[in-house]
């Protein structure tokens, strides 16, 4: 099939576009590099030393026999040239990546919210618009968030996108119907991702559109079979307080020495999902496209596992000897959260998931080891603060590196 996959430098998106490519789709990139530059903007780099896009091509060429296309482009600002392409290659699959995807960037100061509400929400309209407009057939497979669902402890397991209501007519007959289910998000980055779905929604009934959302919950692990591959190949890996994710961040704390950090209480419970089982799922998407429903959009939760984050800590920890230490919470989330959530969708296309050991924790740490003379000690500290009074509380049990200047960020305020 030939696939394109918008955001194809990141985290996710390179190991995806290796794997869609080792399983003998044709597959062109699109980025506008800005993840690169937000590195620059948060003086924190990956911590894994990651290649520029034109040797990470050249690599997987050399490697594999395959090419791979790259095309540099801002999907929320290049309206047209995104048309063109789209028209140019009229492509099988869009796999989406390309957006801001940290919640505590998001909450760094006004500008920061106003970048991500106008990259995302844009971008994710661009490439809509651009389907319906010159490749209606196109399967649009999106990267969206568990965090849409919210994070209240609810008696039951999580649906897949859907809920179906009852309630009284007028004549107190009761009626059913199903409902997106509501979203509660807990950062401006998860509301981007919870305007997408109604997005999807509307061009999926107007113009006939298909589209898959995955409901992916955090990610962990760096590489993947295809990135290991090559020096040059090597997957990016964020540690820092605002793109590092929590369990990557205990890993790479743990390899150098610094304590666990864990938020308020450690109560909360989150969904994760290794990173090989990542692109295995979008592969699973990718290559499902012909089982979508008329007209409605096609969610399907991305996790494997459920884990409260203080249990985290206490595993690494126990694997590793590292200290913990809680800090003040800088988010606005509940103490503590239970969570369940069905993915029986991805189960029943083939996924076989990765469960968290012991061993695939130290292989970790053992990586982050390797690369621990590139970590920024003062890049790890969680600064981005949901309110003030997080601040104020934050303030009195560790130094306030305040969030940047609201001017000079890196995507640009529009
Ligand atoms: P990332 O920041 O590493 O990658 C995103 C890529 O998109 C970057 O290469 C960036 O340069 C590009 N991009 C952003 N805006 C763009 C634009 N306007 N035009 C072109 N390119 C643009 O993030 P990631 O971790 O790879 O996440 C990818 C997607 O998966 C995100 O949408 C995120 O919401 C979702 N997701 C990630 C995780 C996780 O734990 N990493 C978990 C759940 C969902
Ligand atoms: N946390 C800590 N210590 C840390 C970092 C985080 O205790 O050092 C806590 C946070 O307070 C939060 C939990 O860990 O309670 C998860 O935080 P996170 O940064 O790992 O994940 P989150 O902000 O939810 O975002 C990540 C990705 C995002 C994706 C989301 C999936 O950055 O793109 O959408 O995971 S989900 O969590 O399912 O919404």
Same mark, same amino acid.
């Given at each position: 099939m030939r696939v394109m996959v918008l955001g194809g430098d990141g985290f996710c998106g390179w190991p995806t576009a290796l794997h869609l490519s080792a399983h003998g789709h044709d597959v062109t990139i699109v980025d506008n590099l800005v993840r690169r530059r937000i590195d620059d903007e948060l003086g924190a780099g990956s911590l894994t030393p990651i290649a520029t896009p034109a040797e990470r091509l050249a690599a997987w060429h050399e490697v594999s026999g395959n090419p791979l296309g790259f095309v540099e482009l801002d999907v929320a600002a290049d309206y047209h040239a995104l048309t063109e392409l789209l028209a140019d290659e009229r492509p099988d699959a869009v796999v989406h990546f390309a957006e801001q995807r940290a919640a505590p960037y998001s909450m760094k100061s006004p500008a920061h919210k106003r970048y991500t509400v106008d990259n995302n929400v844009t971008a994710t309209h661009n490439v809509l618009v651009a389907l319906a407009a010159v490749s209606p057939g196109t399967h649009l497979v999106h990267l969206g968030t568990m965090g849409v669902y919210g994070y209240e402890s609810v008696p039951a397991d999580l649906p897949e996108g859907y809920l179906t209501v009852t309630y009284p007519d007028r004549e107190g007959r009761p009626r059913s119907r199903e409902i997106l289910y509501p979203t509660r998000p807990g950062s401006v980055y998860h509301l981007t991702k919870s305007l997408d779905q109604l997005l999807f929604a509307f061009y999926a009934r107007n113009d006939g559109l298909h589209v898959t959302d995955l409901h992916q919950g955090i990610v962990w692990g760096t590489q993947t079979p295809q990135t290991g591959r090559d020096p040059r190949l090597i997957n990016r890996f964020d540690y820092d !307080?605002?793109? !590092?994710t929590v369990l990557n961040r205990f890993l790479v704390e743990a390899a150098i020495g610094h304590p666990l950090t864990v938020h308020g209480t450690g109560g909360q419970t989150r969904a994760f999902i290794n990173i090989n089982d990542t692109v295995e799922c979008i592969r699973l998407a990718v290559e499902s496209g012909d089982r979508l429903d008329d007209g409605r959009v096609r969610v399907m939760n991305q996790l494997t596992q459920t884990h409260r984050v203080s249990d985290l800590a206490g595993l690494v920890s126990s694997a590793t000897g590292a200290a913990i230490v809680r800090v003040a919470n800088p988010r606005d989330e509940a103490d503590e959260n239970a969570l369940a959530a069905r993915n029986d969708q991805l189960l029943g296309l083939g996924l076989d998931p990765i469960l968290l050991t012991e061993d695939l924790l130290l292989a970790e740490v053992g990586l982050a080891r390797r690369y /621990?003379? @590139?970590? @920024? @000690? $003062? /890049?790890?500290? /969680?600064? $981005?603060?949901?309110?003030d009074s997080r601040r104020t509380a934050a303030a009195t049990t560790e130094p306030d590196h305040s969030a940047p200047a609201a001017s000079d960020i890196a995507g640009g305020a529009r």
């Open positions: !307080g605002d793109f !590092g /621990a003379d @590139r970590v @920024r @000690r $003062s /890049a790890i500290p /969680a600064v $981005s603060y949901w309110n």
